[in-house]
């Protein structure tokens, strides 16, 4: 008996013993579930109203910054009128530096680059459907700014009898009129293209305009341990007009609950072009799949477009140690039950049999008690 006791005890005992290595070995091989800064980085636009403001560059010789206020004007669709019809805006210019600069100001369509931001200005127009500059006269071209002045200008825009109804955009630029290499022009919270700076003007033509867009390549990590989680999608505005979409992120569980809202900045989306987006979620637990629904409208009439993508949120390393935890715990809690049940097993022969000997020897005793009387 003592024999098989002392053979479960060590059987016991090495059960605890291996687990407990077991459990040390994934507990040091687990990497650090350190949690990532969920400050979200704002990307630098080249060319937007909420760039970052350019630095003003100096040189030995001089320094000139020129600023042009607005930077854009009209993107709300404020410049709207008819073809035939005429519009008058007013720009200002203001000078900066320590020193008289005389300035030349100029109009010119203008390209955005492939990246969907940046504007490249152009002055072949043949075949430019959003072609503005040649619609514009600006009064007076020339100027001499003292320094700290700011000068206004008066633009005047003719719309021909035969625009195309849509869109038109062109820039009005400054520049100094002798411009050297000794110094160049950067203006704060500008548009800035050639060591010139000037205002974007959105001039829309009313009409039969057309308005669609879409989404593409929504798209989240397919799984992901732990957040923030990023996101990235493409507008596609086939328009004959720029858009400033509205856009709204959902979150959904597997219950299709929803479990949060993620507010994205907007943009202006150029006709025929596409611009990229992307942000975060900033949760950094989750369990389970999810599911994002994209909502974006756009337009006069505020159209309705709609994607969506589903990802795994999950801290798969955490859950697998919990998981081999809970493991051994079981393993533990089986080994010692049985154990307990082996011992009161045992309890229970060892008394039977001294139930047997006791019962035994009382017979021995009166069968001895018997023999003696006879």
Not at 35 to 62: H, R, Y
Not at 225 to 237: A, D, K, Q, R
Not at 295 to 311: C, D, E, L, Q, R
Not at 348 to 373: C, F, G, M, P, Y
């Amino acid at each position: 008996m003592k024999t098989a006791q002392q053979i479960s005890s060590k059987k016991l005992a090495s059960v605890l013993v291996v687990s407990a290595v077991l459990f040390s070995s994934l507990a040091f091989k687990l990497p650090s579930l350190e949690i990532p800064s969920v400050l979200a980085q704002v990307p630098e636009e080249k060319f937007v109203s909420d760039e970052k403001p350019l630095e003003p560059v100096a040189t030995e010789q001089t320094q000139v910054t020129l600023t042009a206020i607005p930077p854009r004007i009209g993107e709300d669709n404020s410049l709207k009128a008819l073809p035939g019809e005429k519009l008058q805006i007013q720009l200002r210019v203001r000078n900066l530096s320590e020193k008289t600069v005389n300035v030349t100001t100029s109009a010119q369509d203008f390209i955005l680059s492939d990246d969907g931001e940046t504007p490249i200005a152009i002055d072949d127009v043949s075949s430019n459907r959003w072609s503005l500059a040649s619609w514009l006269t600006i009064i007076p071209t020339e100027n001499t700014i003292e320094p700290d002045q700011t000068i206004g200008l008066n633009v005047l825009i003719e719309i021909p009898k035969d625009a195309l109804p849509g869109g038109h955009y062109a820039m009005v630029l400054h520049q100094p009129s002798q411009l050297t290499n000794n110094f160049e022009l950067q203006g704060d919270s500008q548009s800035a293209v050639n060591q010139r700076v000037g205002t974007l003007i959105y001039v829309i033509v009313d009409g039969d305009i057309n308005e669609e867009a879409y989404i593409r390549n929504f798209s989240f990590p397919a799984f992901t341990e732990y957040g923030p989680v990023p996101f990235s999608y493409t507008i596609e505005n086939n328009s004959d007009i720029h858009i400033i979409p509205q856009m709204n992120v959902e979150i959904f569980n597997i219950l299709n609950q929803k479990v949060d809202d993620i507010q994205v900045g907007s943009k202006n989306v150029f006709p025929l072009t596409s611009r990229d987006f992307d942000g975060k979620w900033e949760r950094i637990w989750g369990f389970g799949p999810y599911t994002a629904k994209l909502t974006m409208s756009y337009g006069s009439g505020g159209s309705i477009v709609v994607a969506s993508s589903k990802f795994w949120l999950l801290p798969i390393k955490l859950v697998i140690v919990i998981l081999i935890g809970l493991l051994i715990l079981t393993v533990l809690v089986l080994s010692i039950k049985k154990h307990l049940n082996y011992r009161r097993d045992m309890d229970a022969k060892r008394i039977a049999e001294l139930e047997n000997q006791i019962q035994n020897s009382s017979s021995k005793k009166s069968d001895q008690d018997d023999t003696l009387q006879l």
